[in-house]
């Protein structure tokens, strides 16, 4: 019998943190050479149909040009690039200080300037309206013409953004209302979602007044605890906002070993409750160094190139209607951009690969629709609940396991049952006596979950060589109904996701299953509910992605392999046309009906007759 597991520790909820969300997006779809994969043992089980956004992908930027670049005599400098990045939409700060700098002086120079050069070339803006200025907030050590992250005066905030949204009302139709309201340095001395959903119900209504066909988005949230957003909810203003606007970062995290594609998962799932919308990714990145996020830079500007065009895709696929890099230019210590710092703020001429990156993208989609993904990944299902022997609650009496004839696939499921009646972490644990091994090197593990709508976390605990026991989040308990939650389980996890340490932060194969989990992300929750599980499964193979698109009768395949792979894919024509992810172009010449494609982690466009 196994040692019973201590409490799954509690992780904190910063913005910007990674967490091992459900949803993982296994986009993979041809034969790898002399890789044919073996039959399943358990025929796969379907996978969900993705959620691709309905609109044409739509790839933006944050260009920061009214607030960051200091000569509004040639904005026309950095706007060209903007042109030549083929972005349709940027997001841009209206800064309270620059504006209005004081209660009785307001200033258009720099957003005057900027709007100037990016309208004039049919660049729609989305506009971002705050934060504080000094001289409106109780706080007073902030200087009073300045920025200022604490709370603002309510009366003073509308006035502002009536001055904004009046003089810019005939071009900008899109209004963010605030900065991540939920991050503890955006908005100061604490988040506070009551205050800022007062902020959100009464700019809204001033936005709306004067143009009433405006559409506000909420301030940029985390996407990874709904507690936030759901306060938001609770204090009445879910109606006050048309658009989600979510900032998924997982860096320093890979975009798959991050599954940002389930990013918007645990988001969608609470609006299913309050009312569905649209959802915007409205910043998302990488650093090609070190930076606020990644002391130790683990990523360089090759790797910031992929991981751009993988995570833009991946967003995309999985529902995001819009999506904006964050950021167009470097800053000093924070080496985002898709152009180095060089001598200073307006020096645009240094460009990274992630600059050619979003061109080529942006180029390579134009008109391009969406067809599909297909999985050669073996799905093969190491638990089918039909049973409950061996499974025992662990020290903590917050639910039951029983069987239930409510099943996905064959006989049976498991009903499990819970009770969370503190405001504290809840959760409750069901622990193997004989852990399941997982065979081989598998990349990912899901779950069946008919939901009940509560957004709680399924998590597994897996022992590995070394005796370390990890947690992984499977993903969001959803709405009513069959859902297959699942997460890569071959990364470094993070300190609050070590359940018995010992080792490296990363699974040591060969590995087992010690218990599943269900966990009460939003730690406010007291309440009790029923889900049912039913069909564990291990997902393994090579790990290769292609994405499907097509234009004018022509296929678009986009492939990538983080650790490398050789593929052969099934064409009709005589040769495809291989563009690189920076743009370079080459024939790809046809063999026996295949191109043969050598792949790696900066991803490349295959256009091809089917």
């Known amino acids: 019998m196994s040692h019973p597991l201590p409490a799954p520790a509690t ?18 779809a041809m034969l790898l050479t002399g890789a044919t994969p073996p039959p399943p043992r358990h025929p796969p089980a379907a996978a969900p149909a993705i959620p691709v956004a309905a609109t044409p992908p739509d790839f933006g930027l944050n260009s920061h040009l009214a607030t960051r670049y200091p000569d509004p005599s040639s904005m026309d400098v950095p706007a060209a690039l903007v042109t030549e990045l083929g972005v349709g939409w940027v997001r841009e700060d209206f800064h309270w200080h620059r504006v209005q700098p004081r209660p009785d002086a307001w200033d258009w120079t720099f957003t005057d300037a900027a709007m100037r050069a990016l309208l004039g070339r049919g660049v729609n803006v989305l506009g971002v309206l705050g934060p504080s200025v000094g001289w409106a907030t109780p706080f007073g050590g902030d ?52 205050a800022y959903t007062r902020v959100l119900i009464r700019s809204a209504q001033v936005i709306r007044e004067i143009d009433p066909d405006a559409q506000v988005l909420i301030g940029g949230i985390n996407p990874y605890d709904s507690t936030f957003l759901r306060a938001v909810a609770e204090n009445g203003g879910w109606d006050s906002f048309d658009i989600l606007a979510i900032h998924p970062y997982v860096n320093p995290y890979a975009p798959e070993d991050g599954n940002l594609a389930a990013a918007a998962d645990g988001i969608r799932a609470l609006a299913q409750q309050y009312g569905e919308k649209p959802i915007w990714v409205t910043e998302v990145g990488w650093a090609s160094g070190p930076s606020d996020r990644d002391a130790a830079g683990r990523a360089d500007e090759e790797q910031q190139a992929s991981y751009l065009v993988r995570a833009m895709l991946m967003l995309w696929e999985a529902g995001a209607e819009k999506i904006f890099w964050y950021s167009f230019k470097d800053d000093p210590g924070n080496p985002y951009g898709l152009v180095r710092l060089g001598s200073g703020r307006t020096d645009y001429s240094q460009r990274k690969p992630a600059f050619d990156a979003l061109r080529t993208l942006n180029q390579q989609l134009a008109g391009a629709t969406y067809v599909g993904r297909r999985d050669l990944f073996e799905q093969r299902v190491i638990v089918d609940f039909e049973a409950l022997a061996g499974w025992r609650r662990v020290s903590q009496p917050n639910g039951t396991l029983r069987a239930s004839d409510r099943a996905r696939s064959g006989a049976g499921a498991a009903e499990l049952r819970y009770t969370f009646t503190t405001r504290d972490n809840d959760y409750v644990a069901f622990e193997r006596e004989r852990a399941i091994p997982l065979e081989g090197r598998p990349y990912a593990l899901g779950l069946w979950v008919y939901g009940d709508g509560s957004t709680h976390g399924v998590k597994v605990w897996l022992r590995d060589a070394e005796g370390e026991v990890l947690q992984f989040v499977l993903g969001p308990v959803g709405a009513p109904g069959w859902h297959f939650l699942h997460a890569p389980i071959g990364g470094e996890v993070e300190p609050g996701n070590v359940i018995v340490p010992g080792g490296n932060r990363r699974i040591d194969f060969p ?21 049912w599980i039913d069909d564990l499964t291990v997902i393994s193979g090579h790990e290769v992605y292609d994405m499907r698109l097509e234009r004018g009768g022509e296929a678009l395949d986009i492939l990538w392999s983080p650790p490398g792979a050789r593929v052969n894919l099934a064409t009709q024509a005589e040769a495809g046309r291989l563009v690189a992810r920076g743009g370079a172009e080459s024939r790809l010449p046809a063999q026996g009906g295949r191109l043969r494609v050598n792949l790696g982690p900066a991803p490349v466009y295959l256009w091809h007759r089917r």
């Open 143 to 194: 200087t009073p013409n300045d920025v200022s992250y604490y709370a603002p005066d309510e009366d003073a905030f509308v006035e502002y953004v009536r001055g904004v949204v009046t003089r810019y009302r005939r071009y900008i139709h899109h209004w963010e209302v605030w900065n991540e309201p939920d991050h503890p340095i955006f908005w100061r001395p604490a988040p506070d979602a009551a």
């Open 11 to 28: 992780t904190a909820h910063p913005a910007r943190i990674r967490r091992a969300w459900s949803g993982l997006i296994l986009i993979a």
């Open 511 to 531: 590995a087992a299953l010690q218990a599943l989990v269900l966990d009460d992300l939003v730690d406010s929750f007291v309440g009790s509910g029923t889900i």
